[in-house]
Structures are given as C-alpha cells and as structure tokens.
C-alpha cells in the first residue's frame, strides 16, 4: 500500500465527488465520473472512463480507452485491457417505445462485476450483468456474456472455456492428483467445481 498522494494529469478530468486513493495515477484524458471509488495503487490509462457508481479495488490497472460503466464492482488486483468494455444495459435503446429520447430513469442499469485478480484482455467485451470471479482470463477480443468461474481460461465471441489459469495467468496443465501450473509450480485442485490452489 502506498503512502503517497493520488496522481492526476492535468488534462484528465476527476469530477467532484469522486474517490482516488492513494498512490493511483490517472493518466492524459481519462474521465472519472462522480461517485466513482478508486482504491490505492491503480493505473487509469489515458481515455479511460469511470463511470459514476464505479467501485475500483486497489492495484488495479485500467488501460488506455477502456470504458467501465456503473454500476461496476471490480475487485483488487484487476486488470483490465486496453478498449475493454464492461456494459451495463441488457436492453439498450435510443428511444422509448413512442419514439421519443429516452432519458435517465427510462432504464435500469446492471453492472459487470471482476473479482480479485481477474484479466481481461484487450478489446473484450463483458455484457451485463456478468460476473467474471477471482483469477479468470478472458482473451483479447472476446464477448463476455454468461458468468466465468475462478482460475477459467475463456476466448471468442461468445466466450467459451478452453481450460484453467494459475494466478500467474498461465494455462494449468492436468497432472495425477489435481492440476499444476508450468511456470510457477504451484498446484491446484478442483473441490465442489471451483478450481483452488492448495
């Protein structure tokens, strides 16, 4: 945990209202919404946009041109890619039924919620309502749209899983009693389908 004071640069604009914690950084042209929760230690990339009602864990990053729409909860230890999208409408429209604009209150929002130690790729899309939980991979472009269990390896449009990640983001691979990751050596082992390391 950091003990400095928040960085922001002087074109990104932090509204009134907003939260960053301490030691984040907010880069060139990112917008922080009102009512946005940023923890300590993150990285908002240049044109990043925080929605208002945005909880940000700490030790974070948020990459350059990702939009991450409220109500969103993101857990610590989150990475999100560059031009990430984390939606939060399941029946988006312009206009009511009668034609006219819709306006605020016309629609309720649902938000995306990364759990701790999550990445999600460049340009992936998570729709609605998603829960992606801790330790989750999703793959560079791909479109999110049913939950992810833990440690999951998901790709494509929709996302599908492939198979397991370790918490160093490496694919695990099936040894005789559980599942091992090549990299770190750690071990694995699925208990009530929810993929653990021991």
Not at 52 to 80: E, H, M, W
């Amino acid at each position: 945990m950091s003990d400095s004071s928040p960085w922001v640069h002087a074109s990104a604009d932090v509204e009134d209202g907003a939260s960053i914690g301490d030691g984040s950084r907010v880069w060139d042209l990112a917008k922080v919404r009102s009512g946005a929760k940023v923890g300590s230690d993150c990285t908002i990339g240049r044109l990043a946009y925080i929605d208002n009602d945005v909880i940000v864990g700490s030790r974070c990053k948020i990459q350059n041109n990702a939009l991450v729409y409220g109500p969103a909860t993101i857990g610590d230890g989150v990475f999100i890619g560059p031009a990430v999208v984390l939606t939060n409408d399941r029946h988006p429209r312009a206009i009511t039924p009668d034609g006219e604009t819709a306006q605020a209150g016309q629609w309720s929002r649902v938000g995306v919620t990364i759990c701790k130690g999550a990445a999600l790729g460049a340009g992936s899309t998570v729709v609605s309502g998603v829960t992606i939980a801790d330790w989750a991979l999703v793959a560079a472009g791909s479109v999110v749209a049913a939950d992810v269990p833990a440690h999951a390896l998901v790709a494509g449009v929709p996302a599908r899983q492939l198979g397991w990640v370790s918490r160093t983001g490496h694919r695990l691979v099936e040894a005789e009693d559980g599942w091992e990751c090549p990299f770190s050596g750690d071990r694995y082992d699925m208990i009530d389908s929810v993929m653990r390391r021991r």
